[in-house]
C-alpha cells in the first residue's frame, strides 16, 4: 500500500514552479498526479509521486531550494484539521504534541520526534516515503513546515540554535539563510530543528479549549480509522534507532510498551516482521547517504547500523548486486 499525504503537502508549488519557468499543471501531469491536486487540499496522494514531482523540479529549473521556497508561505490552515487543533492549543509544548500525534493523518510519510536534553530540545524530522529514493526537496520542505509552525507562536524573529541536515550543502544557501538565518548546517546523523527547551513553554495567548476539544474529537476519530498505526510506529522508531546502532527488537519493544514476542504478533496482525521493516529502512536510507551525499563509506555503515563497514559492504552487495563504492560513482556521472 503505497504512503499517502494530503493535497495541501503542495501548496505553493504552482506559484513557486512558475518563478523558475516551470508549467506546474504540465510537471504534475508529467509525474502522474492529478491536476485537481492544485486546487483541492484534501485529495490523497502518493508520497513518492510528490517526492519525484520536487526532486524533478529542482533538476529542471536548477533551484536547489525548490522544496524550502515552498515552505516559506505556509500557514496552520494549511494543515487542516492538525492545524485547528494546534492554534487552539495553549502553548507551543502542546501545539507540538498534537503535530507528532496527528501529522500522520497530513503526512504520512513525515515521521516527527522531539528529544529533549537538558535545557536543549531536538525536533528530529525524517521522511519516509517506502523505496529507495532522493528526499532533499521533501526534507528540506518539511523542516522549513515545522520551522514555520514554530515561527507561529515565537514570532517572526525567533531564530532556533540549530538547523539540521543530513545532506550535502548546496552552493547557494542563500535561501537557508532567508528561511532559518545564519545557523543552518550539513551533513548531520540526521535532519531537524535544534532550539531552547524554554522556547516550547510559548504561552498562545488567543487559545480556545473549546475549539480545541471539538478538533481532537475529530482527529481521535480519523485516527483510529488509519489502518497500520502499529506498523507506522515501528517503521519510526527503527528510522530513528538505526542511525544510533540500537535498531534492536529488544529496545523497539521497551520503546512501545510491550514484550518482544507481542511485538512480534502485533506486526504479523498487519502483515509485517520486523526484520522486513529493517531491511527496507536500511534499502530507503542507503539510497539517501550513497547516491545524495559526501560521506566516508564506513560512517554509511554506522549509519546504517551495520557492525563493521564490511559487513555493510556484503549487505550491500547481495541486495544491490554490484558494491557501494560503484553505485556512488554511477550516480555522480561523467
Known amino acids: 500500500m503505497p504512503v499517502l499525504l494530503r493535497s495541501a503537502s503542495l501548496t505553493g508549488f504552482a506559484e513557486v514552479a512558475r518563478s523558475v519557468g516551470l508549467n506546474p499543471h504540465a510537471m504534475l501531469a508529467g509525474t502522474g498526479l492529478p491536476s485537481d491536486a492544485l486546487s483541492d487540499p484534501d485529495l490523497k496522494v502518493p508520497a ?7 526532486e524533478l523540479s529542482a533538476d529542471l529549473s536548477g533551484e536547489p531550494a525548490f522544496g524550502l521556497r515552498m515552505a516559506e508561505t505556509r500557514r496552520l490552515s494549511n494543515l487542516g484539521p492538525v492545524g485547528l487543533l494546534m492554534r487552539e492549543e495553549p502553548t507551543l509544548r502542546r501545539a507540538l504534541d498534537a503535530l507528532l500525534r496527528f501529522s500522520r493523518l497530513h503526512n504520512a510519510a513525515v515521521f516527527l520526534k522531539v528529544e529533549v536534553a537538558g535545557d536543549v530540545v531536538v525536533i528530529r524530522e525524517e521522511v519516509i516515503v517506502g523505496k529507495a529514493a532522493p528526499v532533499r526537496q521533501s526534507t528540506e520542505l518539511a523542516i522549513g513546515v515545522v520551522f514555520r509552525l514554530l515561527s507561529v507562536f515565537l514570532g517572526p524573529n525567533w531564530r532556533a540554535k540549530r538547523i539540521c541536515f543530513a545532506h550535502a550543502a548546496p552552493k547557494d544557501r542563500s535561501v537557508h539563510w532567508r528561511v532559518f538565518g545564519r545557523n543552518v548546517e550539513f551533513g548531520h546523523d540526521f535532519n531537524g ?14 487559545a480556545d479549549p473549546v475549539i480545541a476539544r471539538y478538533a481532537r474529537q475529530v482527529l481521535e476519530a480519523s485516527l483510529r480509522g488509519d489502518g497500520k498505526t502499529f506498523t507506522n510506529e515501528v517503521r519510526q522508531l527503527v528510522f530513528m534507532l538505526l542511525p544510533a546502532g540500537h535498531c534492536r527488537i529488544e529496545l523497539v519493544a521497551q520503546h512501545v510498551g510491550m514484550g ?3 511485538v512480534h504478533r502485533q506486526l ?9 521493516i529493517v531491511e527496507a529502512a536500511r534499502h530507503e536510507l542507503a539510497a539517501r547517504y550513497i547516491d545524495e551525499g559526501e560521506r566516508p563509506l564506513a560512517e554509511v555503515s554506522e549509519l546504517l547500523g551495520f557492525s563493521a563497514p564490511s559487513a555493510f559492504s556484503r549487505w550491500y552487495r547481495q541486495h544491490a548486486g554490484a558494491s557501494a563504492s560503484r553505485r556512488r560513482a554511477t550516480a555522480a556521472g561523467p
Do not use: W, Y
Request: glycine share 12%; net charge neutral; with cysteine.
Open 48 to 54: 513518492d509521486g510528490v517526492r519525484h514531482l520536487l
Open 193 to 206: 530543528i535544534v532550539c531552547n527547551a524554554r522556547d516550547l513553554e510559548a504561552p498562545n495567548p488567543g
Open 260 to 262: 518482544r514476542r507481542t
Open 268 to 276: 504479523a496482525k498487519e502483515g509485517e516482521t520486523f526484520s522486513g
